[in-house]
Protein backbone atom coordinates (compact mmCIF):
# COMPACT_ATOMS: atom_id res chain seq x y z
CA UNK A 1 0.00 0.00 0.00
CA UNK A 2 1.35 3.49 -0.50
CA UNK A 3 1.72 5.60 2.26
CA UNK A 4 2.92 9.01 3.25
CA UNK A 5 5.16 9.28 5.99
CA UNK A 6 6.61 11.91 7.64
CA UNK A 7 10.85 11.67 7.56
CA UNK A 8 12.15 14.30 9.30
CA UNK A 9 10.24 17.26 11.53
CA UNK A 10 10.71 20.60 10.19
CA UNK A 11 9.06 23.84 8.76
CA UNK A 12 8.31 22.20 6.04
CA UNK A 13 9.12 18.75 7.33
CA UNK A 14 10.33 16.20 4.78
CA UNK A 15 8.38 13.67 3.41
CA UNK A 16 7.93 10.64 1.09
CA UNK A 17 4.75 8.56 -0.47
CA UNK A 18 6.48 5.38 -0.32
CA UNK A 19 4.93 1.43 -0.57
CA UNK A 20 4.73 -0.44 2.78
CA UNK A 21 3.50 -3.98 3.67
CA UNK A 22 -0.05 -3.57 4.22
CA UNK A 23 -1.34 -3.37 8.08
CA UNK A 24 -2.08 -6.74 9.49
CA UNK A 25 -5.03 -6.07 12.72
CA UNK A 26 -4.16 -7.45 16.33
CA UNK A 27 -6.65 -8.47 18.97
CA UNK A 28 -9.33 -5.92 18.58
CA UNK A 29 -8.51 -4.48 15.83
CA UNK A 30 -9.71 -3.77 12.37
CA UNK A 31 -7.92 -2.91 9.04
CA UNK A 32 -9.48 0.47 6.89
CA UNK A 33 -9.58 1.12 3.50
CA UNK A 34 -8.85 4.98 4.19
CA UNK A 35 -10.89 6.62 1.05
CA UNK A 36 -10.72 10.26 2.60
CA UNK A 37 -8.65 12.09 5.23
CA UNK A 38 -8.97 15.61 6.13
CA UNK A 39 -5.88 18.01 7.35
CA UNK A 40 -5.91 19.58 10.20
CA UNK A 41 -3.68 21.44 12.63
CA UNK A 42 -2.71 18.63 14.75
CA UNK A 43 -0.57 17.52 10.94
CA UNK A 44 0.98 20.44 11.53
CA UNK A 45 2.13 20.17 15.16
CA UNK A 46 3.40 16.39 13.65
CA UNK A 47 5.22 17.51 10.81
CA UNK A 48 7.02 20.65 13.23
CA UNK A 49 7.93 18.07 15.88
CA UNK A 50 6.06 20.99 18.05
CA UNK A 51 3.88 18.49 20.50
CA UNK A 52 4.69 18.41 23.96
CA UNK A 53 5.32 14.31 23.51
CA UNK A 54 7.63 12.35 21.51
CA UNK A 55 7.24 11.27 18.08
CA UNK A 56 8.90 7.97 16.51
CA UNK A 57 9.90 8.66 12.43
CA UNK A 58 9.21 7.40 10.22
CA UNK A 59 5.00 8.02 11.00
CA UNK A 60 1.98 8.00 8.58
CA UNK A 61 0.30 11.38 9.72
CA UNK A 62 -3.42 12.00 8.92
CA UNK A 63 -6.06 11.88 11.95
CA UNK A 64 -9.59 12.34 10.16
CA UNK A 65 -10.40 9.20 8.45
CA UNK A 66 -13.55 8.15 6.32
CA UNK A 67 -13.09 4.69 5.06
CA UNK A 68 -14.31 1.22 4.30
CA UNK A 69 -13.21 -1.97 7.14
CA UNK A 70 -11.32 -4.77 5.12
CA UNK A 71 -10.61 -7.12 8.33
CA UNK A 72 -11.09 -7.38 11.36
CA UNK A 73 -8.50 -9.39 14.11
CA UNK A 74 -9.01 -11.48 16.61
CA UNK A 75 -11.49 -10.14 19.54
CA UNK A 76 -13.36 -7.65 17.15
CA UNK A 77 -16.85 -7.66 17.63
CA UNK A 78 -19.69 -6.06 15.27
CA UNK A 79 -17.84 -4.76 12.81
CA UNK A 80 -16.93 -6.38 9.30
CA UNK A 81 -15.21 -6.09 5.63
CA UNK A 82 -17.99 -3.18 4.20
CA UNK A 83 -18.78 -1.43 6.72
CA UNK A 84 -18.66 2.30 6.10
CA UNK A 85 -17.04 3.85 8.96
CA UNK A 86 -15.48 7.31 10.37
CA UNK A 87 -12.92 6.65 12.61
CA UNK A 88 -12.38 9.01 16.14
CA UNK A 89 -8.55 10.37 16.34
CA UNK A 90 -8.02 9.96 20.27
CA UNK A 91 -7.82 6.31 20.28
CA UNK A 92 -9.36 5.43 24.03
CA UNK A 93 -8.67 2.62 25.83
CA UNK A 94 -11.96 1.84 27.05
CA UNK A 95 -11.19 0.44 30.09
CA UNK A 96 -10.14 3.29 32.50
CA UNK A 97 -12.29 4.92 34.96
CA UNK A 98 -13.43 7.91 32.08
CA UNK A 99 -13.79 5.11 29.06
CA UNK A 100 -16.53 3.68 31.73
CA UNK A 101 -18.43 6.93 32.08
CA UNK A 102 -18.69 7.68 28.40
CA UNK A 103 -15.81 10.64 28.67
CA UNK A 104 -13.37 9.48 25.99
CA UNK A 105 -11.51 12.32 25.22
CA UNK A 106 -10.41 12.10 29.16
CA UNK A 107 -9.02 8.31 28.97
CA UNK A 108 -5.85 7.83 31.23
CA UNK A 109 -4.29 5.56 28.36
CA UNK A 110 -5.22 7.26 24.84
CA UNK A 111 -2.75 7.64 22.18
CA UNK A 112 -3.25 10.22 18.87
CA UNK A 113 -4.12 9.00 15.83
CA UNK A 114 -1.38 10.38 12.99
CA UNK A 115 0.99 11.10 16.12
CA UNK A 116 1.24 7.90 17.98
CA UNK A 117 0.30 5.64 15.63
CA UNK A 118 0.07 5.47 11.76
CA UNK A 119 -2.87 7.58 10.77
CA UNK A 120 -4.50 8.24 8.05
CA UNK A 121 -2.44 9.60 4.99
CA UNK A 122 -2.36 6.33 3.64
CA UNK A 123 -4.42 3.70 1.06
CA UNK A 124 -5.15 1.78 4.58
CA UNK A 125 -4.34 2.07 8.59
CA UNK A 126 -4.90 -0.10 11.30
CA UNK A 127 -7.09 1.26 14.47
CA UNK A 128 -8.42 -0.39 18.07
CA UNK A 129 -12.59 -1.41 17.05
CA UNK A 130 -13.42 1.72 19.57
CA UNK A 131 -12.63 4.14 17.51
CA UNK A 132 -15.12 3.43 14.41
CA UNK A 133 -18.12 5.07 14.17
CA UNK A 134 -20.34 3.66 11.37
CA UNK A 135 -21.38 6.34 8.85
CA UNK A 136 -24.98 7.31 7.85
CA UNK A 137 -25.77 6.15 4.45
CA UNK A 138 -26.02 9.02 3.04
CA UNK A 139 -22.73 10.54 4.14
CA UNK A 140 -20.25 10.87 1.60
CA UNK A 141 -16.70 9.83 2.98
CA UNK A 142 -15.08 13.42 1.48
CA UNK A 143 -17.79 15.21 4.11
CA UNK A 144 -17.31 12.98 7.12
CA UNK A 145 -13.71 13.07 6.45
CA UNK A 146 -13.97 17.10 6.90
CA UNK A 147 -15.65 17.00 9.72
CA UNK A 148 -14.91 13.66 12.03
CA UNK A 149 -11.94 15.56 13.80
CA UNK A 150 -13.10 19.24 13.07
CA UNK A 151 -17.29 19.35 13.68
CA UNK A 152 -17.05 16.91 16.59
CA UNK A 153 -14.57 19.05 18.30
CA UNK A 154 -17.21 21.52 18.31
CA UNK A 155 -19.59 19.12 18.96
CA UNK A 156 -17.49 18.37 22.21
CA UNK A 157 -16.44 22.24 23.43
CA UNK A 158 -20.62 23.14 22.60
CA UNK A 159 -22.60 20.62 24.28
CA UNK A 160 -20.33 18.91 26.56
CA UNK A 161 -17.51 20.89 28.00
CA UNK A 162 -19.76 23.79 27.46
CA UNK A 163 -23.44 24.14 27.21
CA UNK A 164 -25.21 26.74 24.83
CA UNK A 165 -28.31 27.71 26.04
CA UNK A 166 -30.86 29.41 23.05
CA UNK A 167 -30.17 33.29 22.82
CA UNK A 168 -27.28 33.46 24.26
CA UNK A 169 -24.37 35.40 22.44
CA UNK A 170 -21.51 33.02 21.17
CA UNK A 171 -18.08 34.80 20.09
CA UNK A 172 -16.79 32.02 17.61
CA UNK A 173 -12.62 32.66 16.57
CA UNK A 174 -11.07 32.45 13.71
CA UNK A 175 -14.67 31.43 11.60
CA UNK A 176 -13.70 30.04 8.62
CA UNK A 177 -11.28 27.24 9.85
CA UNK A 178 -12.49 23.87 10.30
CA UNK A 179 -13.69 23.60 14.04
CA UNK A 180 -14.89 27.25 13.55
CA UNK A 181 -17.18 27.23 10.91
CA UNK A 182 -18.66 23.41 12.32
CA UNK A 183 -18.86 25.90 15.41
CA UNK A 184 -20.68 28.81 14.32
CA UNK A 185 -23.51 25.74 12.72
CA UNK A 186 -24.00 24.07 15.94
CA UNK A 187 -24.49 27.43 18.10
CA UNK A 188 -26.67 29.01 15.74
CA UNK A 189 -29.04 25.46 15.54
CA UNK A 190 -28.61 25.43 19.40
CA UNK A 191 -30.25 28.82 19.33
CA UNK A 192 -27.45 31.02 19.82
CA UNK A 193 -26.57 34.58 18.36
CA UNK A 194 -22.92 34.17 16.55
CA UNK A 195 -20.64 36.74 16.52
CA UNK A 196 -17.38 35.27 14.21
CA UNK A 197 -14.27 37.02 13.34
CA UNK A 198 -11.66 36.46 10.09
CA UNK A 199 -8.13 37.83 8.88
CA UNK A 200 -9.52 38.21 5.47
CA UNK A 201 -12.85 39.54 3.69
CA UNK A 202 -13.06 36.19 2.08
CA UNK A 203 -12.39 34.07 5.66
CA UNK A 204 -15.23 36.86 7.22
CA UNK A 205 -17.31 36.27 4.18
CA UNK A 206 -17.54 32.50 5.05
CA UNK A 207 -18.52 33.14 8.35
CA UNK A 208 -21.62 34.98 7.59
CA UNK A 209 -22.69 32.25 5.20
CA UNK A 210 -22.26 29.72 8.15
CA UNK A 211 -24.83 31.91 9.92
CA UNK A 212 -22.45 35.08 12.44
CA UNK A 213 -24.59 37.84 12.54
CA UNK A 214 -21.64 39.88 13.08
CA UNK A 215 -17.54 39.23 11.66
CA UNK A 216 -15.22 41.14 13.07
CA UNK A 217 -11.27 41.31 12.00
CA UNK A 218 -9.11 41.39 15.17
CA UNK A 219 -6.85 43.17 13.34
CA UNK A 220 -8.81 46.30 13.90
CA UNK A 221 -7.24 47.82 17.37
CA UNK A 222 -11.26 48.27 18.49
CA UNK A 223 -12.96 44.80 17.76
CA UNK A 224 -13.49 44.12 21.51
CA UNK A 225 -15.53 47.09 21.95
CA UNK A 226 -17.24 45.87 19.15
CA UNK A 227 -18.20 43.03 20.90
CA UNK A 228 -19.30 44.71 23.55
CA UNK A 229 -20.97 47.22 21.37
CA UNK A 230 -22.86 44.27 19.13
CA UNK A 231 -23.89 43.03 22.45
CA UNK A 232 -25.72 46.04 24.21
CA UNK A 233 -22.11 46.19 26.50
CA UNK A 234 -23.20 43.24 28.10
CA UNK A 235 -20.06 40.98 25.90
CA UNK A 236 -20.62 37.33 24.89
CA UNK A 237 -21.91 34.21 27.15
CA UNK A 238 -19.24 32.16 25.31
CA UNK A 239 -16.28 32.18 23.20
CA UNK A 240 -15.04 29.10 21.36
CA UNK A 241 -11.23 29.82 20.90
CA UNK A 242 -8.60 27.78 19.34
CA UNK A 243 -5.84 30.24 18.67
CA UNK A 244 -4.42 31.23 21.96
CA UNK A 245 -1.48 33.90 22.09
CA UNK A 246 -1.76 37.57 22.14
CA UNK A 247 -5.60 37.01 20.91
CA UNK A 248 -6.55 35.21 24.29
CA UNK A 249 -5.78 37.80 26.87
CA UNK A 250 -8.41 40.03 24.24
CA UNK A 251 -10.94 37.93 24.83
CA UNK A 252 -11.94 38.95 28.78
CA UNK A 253 -12.98 42.59 27.19
CA UNK A 254 -15.58 40.84 25.13
CA UNK A 255 -16.71 38.50 28.02
CA UNK A 256 -20.11 39.01 29.42
CA UNK A 257 -20.63 38.60 33.50
CA UNK A 258 -20.58 34.71 33.87
CA UNK A 259 -19.09 33.80 30.75
CA UNK A 260 -17.07 31.33 29.71
CA UNK A 261 -14.06 30.75 27.43
CA UNK A 262 -13.91 27.35 25.79
CA UNK A 263 -11.05 26.55 24.36
CA UNK A 264 -9.41 22.92 22.10
CA UNK A 265 -6.01 24.74 20.62
CA UNK A 266 -3.77 27.71 20.82
CA UNK A 267 -2.41 27.74 17.00
CA UNK A 268 -1.19 31.50 18.13
CA UNK A 269 0.65 30.58 21.06
CA UNK A 270 0.38 28.31 24.41
CA UNK A 271 1.38 30.89 26.88
CA UNK A 272 -0.40 33.68 27.37
CA UNK A 273 -0.55 36.41 30.17
CA UNK A 274 -3.58 36.13 32.20
CA UNK A 275 -5.10 38.81 34.19
CA UNK A 276 -7.36 37.14 37.33
CA UNK A 277 -8.69 40.64 38.21
CA UNK A 278 -11.46 40.36 35.35
CA UNK A 279 -11.79 36.38 36.01
CA UNK A 280 -12.82 36.89 39.30
CA UNK A 281 -14.94 39.89 39.78
CA UNK A 282 -16.69 38.55 36.84
CA UNK A 283 -16.83 34.84 37.63
CA UNK A 284 -15.83 33.77 34.14
CA UNK A 285 -14.84 30.36 33.29
CA UNK A 286 -11.92 29.14 31.41
CA UNK A 287 -12.92 25.63 30.67
CA UNK A 288 -10.71 22.98 28.37
CA UNK A 289 -11.61 20.98 25.24
CA UNK A 290 -9.59 17.99 24.29
CA UNK A 291 -10.83 16.41 21.41
CA UNK A 292 -14.31 14.24 21.43
CA UNK A 293 -16.73 11.52 23.18
CA UNK A 294 -17.73 8.60 20.91
CA UNK A 295 -20.89 10.30 21.54
CA UNK A 296 -19.33 13.77 20.02
CA UNK A 297 -18.76 11.77 17.06
CA UNK A 298 -22.08 10.11 16.60
CA UNK A 299 -23.89 12.95 17.02
CA UNK A 300 -22.07 15.26 14.97
CA UNK A 301 -22.51 12.56 11.88
CA UNK A 302 -26.03 12.36 12.67
CA UNK A 303 -26.21 16.32 12.54
CA UNK A 304 -24.23 16.03 9.28
CA UNK A 305 -26.98 13.24 7.50
CA UNK A 306 -29.80 15.14 8.51
CA UNK A 307 -28.39 18.40 7.02
CA UNK A 308 -27.99 20.68 10.07
CA UNK A 309 -23.93 20.05 9.96
CA UNK A 310 -22.31 21.41 6.43
CA UNK A 311 -18.12 20.92 6.38
CA UNK A 312 -16.83 23.70 4.20
CA UNK A 313 -14.26 22.06 1.86
CA UNK A 314 -11.67 23.97 0.30
CA UNK A 315 -10.31 21.64 -1.63
CA UNK A 316 -9.74 17.53 -2.15
CA UNK A 317 -6.55 16.55 -3.05
CA UNK A 318 -4.68 12.84 -3.79
CA UNK A 319 -2.10 11.51 -1.44
CA UNK A 320 0.77 13.14 -3.35
CA UNK A 321 -0.22 16.61 -2.79
CA UNK A 322 -0.44 16.05 0.94
CA UNK A 323 2.80 17.97 1.13
CA UNK A 324 1.69 20.56 -0.37
CA UNK A 325 -1.84 20.82 1.25
CA UNK A 326 0.23 21.22 4.41
CA UNK A 327 2.02 24.37 3.39
CA UNK A 328 -1.51 25.52 2.20
CA UNK A 329 -2.79 25.30 6.19
CA UNK A 330 0.85 26.69 7.68
CA UNK A 331 0.53 29.86 5.37
CA UNK A 332 -3.23 30.24 6.35
CA UNK A 333 -4.99 30.01 2.76
CA UNK A 334 -7.68 27.23 4.01
CA UNK A 335 -11.20 27.79 3.97
CA UNK A 336 -12.68 25.48 5.74
CA UNK A 337 -11.04 21.89 5.30
CA UNK A 338 -8.35 20.23 3.15
CA UNK A 339 -9.15 16.64 2.28
CA UNK A 340 -7.08 14.15 0.93
CA UNK A 341 -7.89 11.39 -0.91
CA UNK A 342 -4.98 8.65 -0.77
ZN1 LIG B 1 -9.51 5.04 28.80
Redesign the pocket.
Known sequence: MKALQLIAHGEPGKFEVRELADPQPGPGEVVVEVKACGLNHLDLWTEEGALPIPIELPRTPGCEVAGTVLSAGPQVSGWKAGHRVAVQSNL?????????QGE?S?????RMLGVQTDGGFAEKMVVPQGALAHLPDNLDFKISAALTLAGSTAMHMLTNRAQVRPGDWVLVMGGASGVASAAIQIAKALGARVISTGSTEVKRDLARRLGSEFVLDTKDPDWTSQVRKTTAKRGVDLVVEHVGGKIFEQLFSCLARGGTIVTCGATAGRDVALNLWPLFVKQQRIVGSYGRNSADLKASLEWASSGKLKPVIDRILPLEQTPEAFQLLRSRQVLGKIVIEP
Open positions: FCGQCQYCKEMCLNA
